[in-house]
T-cell receptor, first 111, second 113 residues
């Protein structure tokens, strides 16, 4: 299995631009998580899905952030408009039997 | 709500020293417990996990952890660290009736060669 696949691996954009991060979970895993990691705030859970349904989005910072999971094999995290404070590494993870499997992460830099 | 506390934010050791990283959680019910490791510039990956049975769990690379239910603890240990163990270590709890895993703030381990 290829593991959790995220794209892009790196993105540099300017303030105000829309950013879309993508995630393909491991086949058969029915829970998907989006995390954000920064030096200042550490690892933060943004949102998670069970069977494609958003369960808890209390970690989403504000309305500029949105996430979707249209099917079991794909999820997106969108930031519109982006701001410099959104610069972070965004990790997607899928879960099976309680264990999280993380993707390589998407490093976002907003100038 | 469940929470996880990692007592040490940054630990610095010399090679061959013994390691113990503390992890305490707060949740009254049945839990699954995990330690994840994040090497510099990489993603988190599982080091070891406890679901049930023997409370002393052995993981990869010589790591082990002991679940002490009465203390709500799941401390990570390694008898002799190596320079390659330099990484950030996260303790995580997944309560069986809660959908999400809760992570501690992480402990950065620096091993000096």
């Amino acid at each position: 299995d290829a593991g959790v696949i995220q794209s892009p691996r790196h993105e540099v954009t300017e303030m105000g631009q829309e950013v879309t991060l993508r995630c393909k979970p491991i086949s058969g895993h029915n829970s998907l998580f989006w995390y954000r990691q920064t030096m200042m705030r550490g690892l933060e859970l943004l949102i998670y899905f069970n069977n494609n349904v958003p369960i808890d989005d209390s970690g989403m910072p504000e309305d500029r952030f949105s996430a979707k999971m249209p099917n079991a094999s794909f999820s997106t995290l969108k930031i519109q408009p982006s701001e410099p404070r959104d610069s972070a590494v965004y990790f997607c993870a899928s879960r099976q039997n309680g264990e999280l499997f993380f993707g390589e992460g998407s490093r976002l830099t907003v100038l | 709500a469940q929470s996880v506390s990692q007592h040490n934010h940054h630990v610095i050791l010399s090679e061959a020293a013994s390691l113990e990283l503390g992890c305490n959680y707060s949740y009254g019910g049945t839990v699954n417990l995990f330690w994840y490791v994040q090497y510099p510039g990489q993603h988190l990956q599982l080091l070891l996990k406890y679901f049930s049975g023997d409370p002393l769990v052995k993981g990869i690379k010589g790591f082990e952890a002991e679940f002490i239910k009465s203390k709500f603890s799941f401390n990570l240990r390694k008898p002799s660290v190596q320079w390659s163990d330099t990484a950030e270590y996260f303790c995580a709890v997944n309560a069986l009736n809660a959908g999400k895993s809760t992570f501690g703030d992480g402990t950065t381990l620096t091993v000096k060669p």
